[in-house]
């Protein structure tokens, strides 16, 4: 046998052995008990969104909200802070994007609150103060660092609460990431119902609970003609046989009670007498406690649910609740209740999201393109083999299992790898029939033109091996250049296809110049052959 | 068996049709590609932001009522059949609705308007403008690494002249699939720009194919002139530029043929490169480099 021709085989049939047993779980539909229990992979290929169906996702979070919704509450705090020391003053807000605004009486507190501000908030920045129409103005600004890492903290959380909720609705295999600074990319494979998905993804979330203003008419009210502190909120009631939407208006105090942050729990029940679902709540600690002051206080009057500044509902406080929970009720479904149910245990976004890209695919679509692209792949494999065979005869044949070996590697490195296959990848591979064979080509014609110079098939042989070699590393390390560039920059889809380009264009240099010279190699090695097929 | 035997084509002698060809290829390509920067190219909703849904109804729909549908409901659409079972792809560009409206939006109205004809959307994308931006952007920057990569590694190969023909055969190649597509008016998206850089690894063997045995020639050949070896080379690789391609090319067809609807205009670009890539390495990588060549040394005597 020629030198090295063992260890070649050798390789060849231990690749195709490690590609057949990683392709072994894509192509049974069922893994017989033996090979679960071994170490053997049990993974199938991985198909993309455009194969599989489901949702491709970006979010962006809006985080000059998280920031302004950070400053608020800071505002609310001092608010409480100076009012607990019996400091006066005119007004405490939130001012523009970065700053908190103090307007005081007199010089006097205006020193006292100073101080005070320095020590409880040293993260911030205390402006110098200046005097405006007789009163005393601070003004506290966020720091450009601050404000970054309040930023960055609130993707963070986003993508955090974002993966709560979609483990809670059960989708497998989800994918969900960071995308450059404010972006958060979802995928869900193979979900039934995007809508639905979408939905539960995108809410904030955010729940507070809202004294209702008994004085104030809100069938008469306004933006404008509202008493300082108060807001207008509307409910929004859908009829469950029309589906007509109703909006009924409520008058609220602006400051909020309550928040969702002092959930610890909540679950869908059905009400007994009315056969409706709704929303039953538990609060920790804190939460138990703030309920019981407010509801003791607040007797008698209504309490409104709000979220996203949407009004659930307002039922009337008719006793003190002491136990720490509470339900809500509204004009839902059983599948709206149990979103809201995985909304509120999961927390609120720390800043509304935006979509910004959404890609639905329906599972069909998916099984008509998978189903497509074998028809495609196969006419392929079929043109050239026949071709092959008919142009360079036995050789042909040789150039053609070569091919073969080729995608059985492919498709095995796929697997092996955890790659994701998608249409454009199923493409590459279709292209890479054609191409693989072409380095065989590229070889053949070199024997040929050695053979018309009257060289013995050995010789020829060499000769085409050696003089192809540099033109087939050029064909391949210009492709691996673009496929390269395409995985870099490309996404989902096109991503796929660079990585079976490129997979495939390094598996073709081994087959085409190590798997098909061994079957030269060992048929003219020891003079069995007098002649090369070609 | 053989297709192409000895042949004696006189290429070079055919380069003054081939350039002016070429030329007119190339400008029509640079006229596509003023009208991709520009934004006023049939641009794919990936890269100008919108909203595309793929619908298949139950029974067959007249596009005119479709359309009307939905511009009476303040919807401009752009709709397209999809040739096989009664399918719809449904493009709006931008409108009043906010993104992740338009989709359910239209759906609505579907609905309303075809009550008696169900449907299922197989799919919808909805790309808001500044995603479309970042991908131009990206695409952009894609675009240019790849063609500066290839420059780089054929100039290491080869000397400066083979180098800077080869990258303008290649060039030419690219050029040649955004002016088709440009002709039809088929929709410049991701996937073409992928096709299109593929195209540009792939049309570049072909010319190195020629190019190897162009030099090979010229070490071995010191008598002949020039346009002797040239057009010599070219014929003795021939057959191997023109079967390689065959191979390719019958991959790239099958795709075309059966691949389905959603790399169609993909599987057609591959096509027309192979095609173009295989015509531009015989008749005008190499006789840019003799032109080149035949310049310098008359400017030397």
């Not at chain 1, 949702?55 to 909200?65: C, F, N």
């Not at chain 1, 509202?226 to 007509?244: C, H, I, N, S, V």
């Not at chain 1, 979103?339 to 509304?352: F, K, Q, S």
């Not at chain 1, 028809?375 to 036995?394: D, N, R, T």
Request: net charge neutral.
């Amino acid at each position: 046998m020629p030198k090295g021709l063992t260890w070649r085989i050798s390789l060849i049939l231990i690749f195709l052995i490690l590609s057949v047993v990683y392709l072994t779980p894509t192509l049974m539909p069922k893994l017989p008990s033996w090979w679960e229990g071994a170490i053997f992979p049990k993974d199938k290929i991985h198909l993309g969104l455009d194969l599989q169906g489901g949702i491709h996702l970006v979010l962006e979070v809006e985080t000059q909200k998280a920031v302004e919704g950070q400053l608020d509450i800071i505002a609310t705090d001092l608010e409480d802070t100076l009012n607990g020391k019996n400091i006066r003053f005119k007004n405490v807000s939130r001012l523009g994007g970065d700053r908190i605004a103090v307007t005081l009486f007199d010089k006097g507190t205006a020193e006292t609150v100073q101080k005070l501000l320095k020590d409880k908030y040293s993260r911030f920045e205390l402006q110098a103060p200046f005097e405006e129409g007789g009163y005393q103005n601070l003004q506290l600004r966020m720091a450009e660092a601050e404000i970054k890492s309040v930023k960055d903290k609130s993707v963070q959380q986003a993508l955090e609460t974002i993966r709560n909720r979609i483990d809670q609705f059960g989708v497998s295999e989800p994918v969900i990431q960071r995308e450059g600074i404010s972006n958060i990319v979802v995928q869900l494979p193979g979900v039934k119902d995007p809508k639905r998905a979408i939905e539960l993804i995108g809410k904030t979330a955010r729940l507070e609970f809202k004294l209702v203003d008994e004085g104030v008419d809100p069938t008469t009210a306004t933006p404008g003609s509202l008493p300082e502190g108060d807001e207008l909120q509307m409910e929004k009631r859908t009829d469950p046989d029309t589906g007509a939407v109703s909006e009924i208006p409520y008058v609220l105090k602006k400051k909020t009670m309550i928040t969702g942050d002092l959930l610890t729990d909540a679950q869908v029940r059905i009400d007994s007498q009315f056969n409706q679902p709704y929303v039953a709540i538990e609060f920790n600690s804190v939460g138990a406690k703030l309920f019981d002051q407010v509801t003791a206080a607040n007797v008698g009057k209504r309490f409104a649910i709000v979220l996203d500044n949407n009004v659930y509902s307002a039922p009337v406080i008719r006793e003190r609740i002491s136990g720490g929970s509470a339900q809500i009720s509204g004009s839902f479904t059983e599948k709206e209740a149990s979103d809201l149910a995985i909304v509120l245990r999961a927390g609120a976004l720390p800043a509304p999201v935006k979509i910004i890209q959404n890609l639905t695919v329906g599972p069909s679509l998916g099984q008509d393109s998978i189903h497509k692209g074998l028809i495609a792949g196969l006419v392929g494999v079929l043109l050239v083999i026949i071709f092959m065979a008919i142009y360079y005869k036995l050789s042909g044949m040789v150039a053609n299992t070569g091919m073969v070996l080729n995608l059985v590697y492919l498709m095995g490195a796929l697997a092996a790898l955890g790659a994701t296959l998608t249409l454009p990848g199923i493409a590459a591979i279709v292209l890479l029939i054609g191409m693989s064979v072409d380095a065989n080509v590229l070889i053949f014609e070199r024997i040929r033109e050695e053979l018309r110079l009257g060289k013995t098939p050995k010789a020829a042989l060499d000769a085409g091996y050696d003089k192809a070699f540099l033109t087939i590393m050029d064909s391949h390390v210009t492709t691996l250049i673009t496929a390269a560039v395409l995985f870099q920059f490309g996404t989902g889809p096109v991503k796929g296809f660079a990585v079976s380009l490129s997979l495939g264009v390094i598996i073709n240099l081994f087959t085409a110049l190590i798997g098909t010279k061994v079957v030269f190699d060992y048929f003219l090695g020891r003079g069995r052959a007098k002649k090369i097929s070609i | 068996m053989e297709i192409i035997g000895k042949t004696k084509i006189d290429f070079i002698g055919k380069r003054k049709i081939c350039f002016t060809i070429s030329a007119i290829i190339a400008l029509l390509g640079f006229v596509a590609i003023a009208q991709i920067v520009s934004g006023s190219a049939n641009l794919g909703s990936d890269f100008t932001g919108g909203t595309v849904l793929q619908m298949k109804f139950e029974n067959r729909i007249d596009i005119h009522a479709a359309r009307q549908a939905l511009s009476k409901n303040g919807i401009p659409a752009d709709l397209q059949e999809i040739s096989d079972g009664n399918k719809l792809l449904i493009k709006v560009g931008k409108t009043n609705l906010a993104l992740g409206k338009v989709a359910g939006a239209v759906e609505e109205v579907f609905r309303k308007e075809f009550t008696a004809n169900k449907f299922t959307v197989e799919s919808s994308s909805e790309i808001g403008p500044s995603v479309g931006d970042k991908l131009r952007k990206d695409t952009l920057i894609a675009v240019l690494i790849s063609i500066v990569g290839i420059i780089i590694y054929i100039a290491w190969r080869f000397d400066f002249k083979f180098g800077v023909a080869a990258a303008i055969a290649t060039f030419h190649d690219v050029l040649a699939i955004f002016a088709i597509f440009f002709l039809l008016n088929k929709e410049v998206n991701l996937l073409l720009i992928t096709a299109a850089l593929t195209i540009a690894g792939y049309s570049l063997t072909d010319t190195v194919v020629v190019f190897d045995r162009i030099r090979e020639n010229l070490h071995k050949n010191m008598k002949d002139s020039l346009v002797t070896i040239f057009n010599f080379s070219i014929n003795e690789v021939m057959s191997r530029t023109l079967i390689t391609s065959l191979t390719t090319l019958l991959a790239a067809l099958s795709l075309f043929l059966f691949g389905g609807e959603v790399i169609h205009d993909f599987a057609f670009a591959l096509v027309v490169g192979i095609l173009v890539g295989t015509y531009s390495s015989i008749f005008v990588a190499s006789p840019l480099v003799l032109v080149w060549e035949n310049r310098a040394k008359q400017r030397a005597a």
